[in-house]
């Protein structure tokens, strides 16, 4: 379903109609009105029944969540037309300052800390803080947490300005007809007295947001506001009280709801059904909605929501093109085929919105592609091409059993309303599954792993014949791969011995000047540790000017179980050598603080946990402050 949306406020004209007929096996078709779409919408949900009823529970299907140019102006690829450093990696010397650390340059991503050069900013417990980067002290507290049960939602944040949007209440899918929306969205201004000018909340859950300029694209996902029946009963009994309680449903349970609170004044709308489509080959239960926001106005507005009948999982941004994708993982567990992948049709689903322009995105296309992504770093849009890397045959959470798993790297191309399939190379980590991925210009790296780390390098600058070119076996496995300039990639990930049982975190230095022969020239390996870093890239600073790389860690090899800190070191030529482990004071009871994030700011290395922030010298590591969070 493509939808604007109703509500008591003027709204926009609708949204797209019909889009024609696409090319390849993926197409989008329309349904004749509202009563077409909601018997559409009741035969899916009577389809999938099973699978709908188990992730509105909010159970284990949930996956985890989860810029300063204008990506449209300097085009998508400005800053990787060859492995030069990643986004985030602003440095010329000791001056300047770190942003998040993001896939795509020019496009910011939600995260728990954000800087400006001058002052820092943090969220923690539903309550925001600034930090002075110059004076080293704290200059505000703002309480955003309408709930105090939602308080730890409100867990991240993208700025523009002197605005501060925080994204948050990730709740489960599963809504009681009727029941309160919590604010998902909540905008600050820090300008004079900082204040919370509006908030906003949509029935369903957050999947995640991109940024461009002063423009925020939110991607929600909500399920039909069905009333569940009790779980009382046999299988049987609760599935045949599902389907009656899907046949007397009506089409606005399954058009999500959503509050706009702008300074005080509330109004409540619904997505509009006037312009209904859906995938042809599957229509979902459930709605994915695109939300619009402009920082640089004073209201959030209700979000021009764009909606399909559709689901998603993973947010892929490049700046003009938004891309979701779909794995449908949820419904294989939900039958109960995970760990069995010969029962598995393993596919992902991918819909690209335009986003070239500030407003109001355009659905344009949608493919697929077999296998699972491992996360938004699986795709990458370069020169028209989306790239994309997927495993199949693995179980769904885990890797498959008797070597059946491969993965593969396909490159697809919009074609009217398809994204047709133009290349493939598969055979890749045989008996394996994908650790890490990155794209970086016409070149694709993957690691694999089960016992050893194959990390192959996929030439990709004829899109209809990209070629594995060159491959590297080594113990462990690099879960986050960063371009470091100069045919250089860090890794860093879990050590293992020749069994493939891990040995602690490693950082790791490879050499793909030559993609016939990659090499690892460098390895720093801290027995039993662990990173955040290894599952949450915005963890990860790397400071190019001087090499400073800085990443959180915990673990015995740091001198003590449960030690806690970050990991300071330099990279430089063909080497990897330690500055320093960072650890700030220990919490009121007693625990040490747990170091999440690093920010680099004119020389100074600041550290965030949910203490309060510690500034230290970038080259000697000497501690300058402590700034307790009041």
Known sequence: MVAGCTTDEPSRPGGPGEPPAAAGEFRLVSYADCDAALEGLRAAARKNV????????????????????????????????????????????????????THEAGVDEPDIVKTDGKRIITVQGGVLRVVDATTRAQTARVP?????????????????????????????????RGAPIAPQLTLVDLAGTPRVLGRFGM????????????????????????????????PESYRLAMIDAIN???????LPRYTVDDGGKVSTGRVDCSAVAHPAEFTAA???????????KSALGNGDPVTVAADGDTVYSNGPSLYVANDQRWRVMARGDGDDPARVQQRTEIYKFDTSKPGRPAFVAGGAVDGWLLNQYSMSDWNGHL????????????????????????????????????????????????????????????????QTDPLY??????????????????????????????????????????????????????????????????QHHVQGAHSEAEFDPHAFLYWPATGLLVVPLTGKGRGGDGKLGALALRVSGTTITELGFLAQPNADNGYPAMIRRSVFID????????????????????????????
Not at 398 to 423: D, F, I, P, Y
Not at 603 to 630: H, I, K, R
């Open 457 to 522: 390098t996929v030439d990709l600058r004829d899109p209809a014949k990209p070629t594995v070119t060159g491959e590297l076996k080594i113990t462990g496995y690099s879960a986050y791969l960063h371009p470091a300039g100069d045919g250089l990639l860090l890794g860093i990930g879990q050590e293992a011995n020749d069994q493939g049982r891990v040995q602690g975190t490693q950082i790791s230095l490879f050499d793909v000047r030559d993609p016939a022969k990659p090499t690892r020239l460098a």
């Open 387 to 450: 790239r994309v890397a997927t495993t199949t045959g693995t179980a769904v959470w885990g890797r498959a059993e008797g070597g059946t798993s491969e993965s593969a790297v396909h490159t697809l191309k919009q074609n009217g309303r398809s994204l047709a399939a133009v290349g493939k190379v598969g055979g890749l980590g045989k008996g394996e599954r994908i650790y890490s991925v990155r794209f970086v210009g016409p070149m694709g790296y993957v690691v694999t792993f089960r």
């Open 248 to 254: 007397k449903a009506d089409v606005s349970d399954w």
């Open 203 to 234: 029935s369903g859950s957050v999947v995640d947001a991109r940024q461009v300029g002063s423009t925020v694209r939110v991607v929600v996902r909500s399920a039909p506001e069905i009333d569940r029946p009790t779980q009382a009963g046999t």
């Open 286 to 296: 459930t709605m994915l909605t695109v939300l619009s926001f402009d920082l640089t």
């Open 50 to 101: 099973l699978a709908w009823a188990d992730r509105s529970y909010g159970s284990a299907m949930e996956p985890a969540a989860g810029g300063r140019a204008d990506a449209a102006e300097a085009g998508p690829n400005a800053a990787r037309d060859t492995a030069k450093t990643a986004p985030g990696d602003s440095g010329g010397g000791s001056s300047g300052y770190s942003g998040t650390n």
């Open 603 to 630: 020389g100074t290395l600041w550290t965030v946990s949910a203490q309060g922030l510690q500034a230290n010298d970038a080259t000697t590591m000497a501690q300058q402050a402590w700034v307790p969070f009041a």
């Open 144 to 176: 955003v947490a309408t709930d105090p049960n939602d308080a730890y939602d409100l867990g991240e944040m993208l700025i523009s300005g002197d605005k501060v949007l925080l994204i948050g209440a990730r709740y489960g899918y599963y809504r009681e």
